[in-house]
């Protein structure tokens, strides 16, 4: 089978992720042996997908298979779940035993939701045991329906997606306060930045200490102290 040209999509069964993920993942799949025995019988067959640019999970929920990336063929063992960017074109070869459930992010959407740039993950096959939680996938792997499957990766990628974001808003909070300081000449006390910033001094402390890892008094004071001292030495 070769994709465009058949419809590689009629031995997987899929599912739409939620509105929070949608914007960087295209689906969630599994194979699915009913489909394949009704197309395809008790033969092997290989499946072959033209490049894309989408990376792709493959988590194995059953024996090993045989997939070729480029010019370089792979044997992934039972066990062995990967991560595949699609840069190339890529062909598996399928059997009746087959089990595999895939995740397929659009371009940039694994660095989106995991930090993970896909540029790192050019002509190769990337261990996916190094990117997601043993605990996860191990639960992926469980005698469990496809619907739990999607559910247990859907609620993974959206608590750290969350935390990407939230983590991104502590960030910018942050470097708008610092930002603020050098424009008043350094003259604003927290309180002040805090009122700028339309939250409390406990707010802005709060932040300080997560991003900077000190308070913002701290801080501004080493800020004022480097610009005096750096000052001093220049012009005497």
């Not at 493959?58 to 298979?65: E, F, K, R, S």
């Not at 096959?125 to 990766?153: E, S």
């Amino acid at each position: 089978m070769v994709e465009i040209f058949d419809n590689i999509r009629k031995i997987y069964t899929f599912t739409e992720v939620c509105p929070e993920l949608a914007e960087h993942i295209e689906f969630f799949s599994e194979s699915s042996a009913l489909s394949t025995q009704k197309y395809i019988g008790n033969s092997s067959f290989s499946v072959k997908m033209f490049p894309s640019w989408t990376p792709t999970f493959y988590i194995n929920l059953g024996a090993p298979y045989l997939i070729s990336v480029g010019q370089q063929q792979h044997r992934i063992s039972a066990k062995q779940d990967i991560l595949i960017l699609r840069d190339s074109i890529v062909e598996r070869i399928n059997t009746p035993s087959d089990n595999i459930f895939t995740v397929k992010f659009y371009p940039g959407g694994l660095e989106a939701v995991l930090g993970i740039s896909q540029l790192k993950c050019t002509r190769r096959i990337v261990d996916l045991g190094a990117i997601l939680p043993a605990k996860l996938l191990n639960d992926m792997k469980k005698p469990i329906t496809f619907h739990q499957r999607c559910g247990l990766m859907q609620n993974y990628l959206l608590k750290v997606l969350e935390q990407r974001q939230q983590n991104d808003y502590y960030l910018r909070f942050v470097r708008d306060c610092i930002d603020n300081y050098g424009v008043s000449g350094m003259q604003l006390n927290t309180g002040e930045i805090a009122e700028k910033m339309f939250v409390t001094s406990k707010t802005i402390n709060r932040y300080f200490n997560r991003v900077v890892g000190i308070s913002p008094k701290n801080y501004f004071s080493i800020v004022r102290a480097r610009t005096a001292l750096t000052y001093y030495v220049n012009h005497k």
